[in-house]
């Protein structure tokens, strides 16, 4: 079974410039969440997706930011304009239906953003 | 709001020695889940081991074990018989059982092995 799977794995841009990162969950994963750790610091949530409806997005910073899941499959996260405040380490994760809390959520390797 | 609190940014241990991890959180709720998740170098963020709040009995998972104190809100991560491809980030993590099943992460610990 594959995993879950973040493309690209680092983005280098300049600011002002927009960025998509994406995210495919394991397949047959209705929950879907996106979180993000800032060099040295704790991860934070951004947001959760429950097949394609988003359940909670209390975490997004900002209106600069904006995820999709589209047919409740993968999902983007893009950013524009990008500034340098929004580097960091961007995780997704996911898990199975949502009535069993205690499933586990399973994550990507991340995708490294650099803004300069 | 919840908050979960890593005190050691680095630790180091021998090969083959125990070490301890500490975590510790803040919450007014009785009910929750507790996460050690571990992230080696460019790879993956694995689950280690997870805890229930309502259970008494310390989860173990190998050489994986925790010291879950409830009271004290305090959930340590011992590694015995540590490997060298135990050397990662080490991440505590809380999870509320409301409705939105987000994690609550601690800033990590990073592990160093001694050879």
């Known amino acids: 079974e594959a995993g879950v799977t973040q493309f690209p794995s680092h983005s280098v841009i300049e600011k002002g410039q927009t960025v998509t990162l994406r995210c495919d969950p394991i397949?047959?994963?209705?929950?879907l969440y996106w979180y993000r750790r800032v060099m040295g610091k704790e991860i934070k949530f951004l947001l959760h997706f429950v097949k394609e409806s988003k359940q909670d997005e209390s975490g997004m910073p900002n209106n600069r930011f904006l995820a999709e899941r589209t047919g409740g499959t993968y999902s983007t996260l893009k950013v524009q304009p990008a500034e340098l405040e929004d580097s960091g380490v961007y995780f997704c994760?996911?898990?199975?239906?949502?009535?069993?809390?205690?499933?586990?959520?399973?994550f990507g390797p991340g995708t490294r953003l650099t803004v300069t | 709001a919840q908050t979960v609190t890593q005190s050691q940014p680095e630790m180091s241990v021998q090969e083959a020695e125990t070490v301890t991890l500490s975590c510790t959180y803040d919450?007014?709720?009785?009910?929750?889940?507790l996460f050690w998740y571990k992230q080696p170098p460019s790879r993956q963020m694995i689950l280690v081991i997870r805890?229930?709040?309502?259970k008494q009995q310390n989860a173990t998972e190998n050489r994986f074990s925790v010291n879950f104190q409830k009271a004290a809100k305090s959930f340590s991560l011992k590694i015995s018989d540590s490997q060298l491809g135990d050397a990662a980030m080490y991440f505590c993590a809380y999870r509320s059982p409301d409705s939105n099943y987000q994690l609550i992460w601690g800033a990590g610990t990073k592990l160093i092995i001694k050879p």
């Open positions: 919450t007014s709720e009785s009910d929750y889940y």
């Open positions: 805890q229930e709040a309502y």
């Open positions: 397949s047959g994963h209705d929950n």
């Open positions: 994760a996911s898990s199975q239906d949502r009535q069993g809390w205690t499933y586990e959520q399973y």
